[in-house]
């Protein structure tokens, strides 16, 4: 069963600096991870979609990184904004399944 | 760009009447899922939907709920007999393909069982 765990659960920064989010996955025979960001009583917007062949993918100030061996992914966000506040979640299937695993999220605040 | 709608936005309703909850995908997409998230907790997948039928299903989309797909745009969810614990943020989501392709969310239909 693939359990999804994101770490911090929240993180407040000040504006400019440079973050990362953290995500785990117990199970490694993955197709894709997904990063999305959820607004306040929002749905979901994809960010990042990482196939199970590519290590990384970049748009704009996200970079997100996957190592597949030790069940890791993380969201490197650049040079953060205010508007980057939200809850950024990540999420995997388990294989051969359409059963997408969400972690809890990380709830950021960037400070003006 | 192409999104994913869904209605109603927030829909009340009395413990034991049923609800349907309806969605149109992104066009060209052939996989459409149902979550949920109940407030405060993670993102739940409730079932997925490929050329006309179920393709997987989760523990909690029990014989109370059932999804359709009655023409070529709308993807419905219904509740028959709405519980308390149905009170939750449903999300329908589609996809261009099932092992590799992205997941595309809609805002989402607060439903409010009384």
Redesign the interface.
Same mark, same amino acid.
């Given at each position: 069963k693939q359990e999804v765990t994101q770490i911090p659960a929240a993180l407040s920064v000040p504006e400019g600096e440079n973050l990362v989010l953290n995500c785990s996955f117990t199970d490694s025979a993955i197709? !894709?991870l *997904?990063w999305?960001r959820q607004d306040p009583?929002?749905? %979901?917007?994809?960010l990042l %979609?990482i *196939?199970s062949s590519q290590r990384e993918q970049t748009s704009g100030r996200l970079n997100a990184s996957l190592d597949k061996s030790s069940g890791r992914s993380t969201l490197y966000i650049a040079a953060s904004q205010p508007g980057d506040s939200a809850t950024y %979640?990540c999420?995997a299937?388990r294989y !051969? !399944? !359409?059963?997408?695993?969400?972690?809890?999220?990380t709830r950021l605040t960037v400070k003006p | 760009e192409p999104e994913v709608t869904q209605t109603p936005s927030h829909q009340v309703t009395q413990m034991g009447q049923e609800v349907i909850l309806r969605c149109v995908p992104i066009s060209n997409h052939l $996989?459409f $899922?149902w $979550?949920r998230q109940i407030l405060g907790?993670?993102? /739940?997948?409730l079932v997925?939907f490929y050329n006309n039928e179920i393709? /997987?299903k989760?523990e909690i989309f029990d014989d109370q709920f059932s999804v359709e797909r009655p023409d070529g745009s709308n993807f419905t969810l219904k509740i028959r007999s709405t519980k308390l614990e149905d009170s939750a943020m449903y999300?329908c989501?589609s996809s261009p393909g099932?092992?590799?392709g /992205?997941?595309?969310? &809609?805002? &989402?239909s607060?439903l409010t069982v009384l």
């Open positions: 197709y !894709n *997904q999305f009583g929002k749905g %979901l917007t994809s %979609l *196939q %979640l999420a299937p !051969n !399944n !359409n059963d997408m695993r969400f972690g809890a999220g | $996989y $899922y $979550y907790q993670k993102v /739940e997948f997925s393709s /997987e989760s999300f989501a099932a092992d590799t /992205e997941l595309f969310f &809609g805002e &989402g607060r």
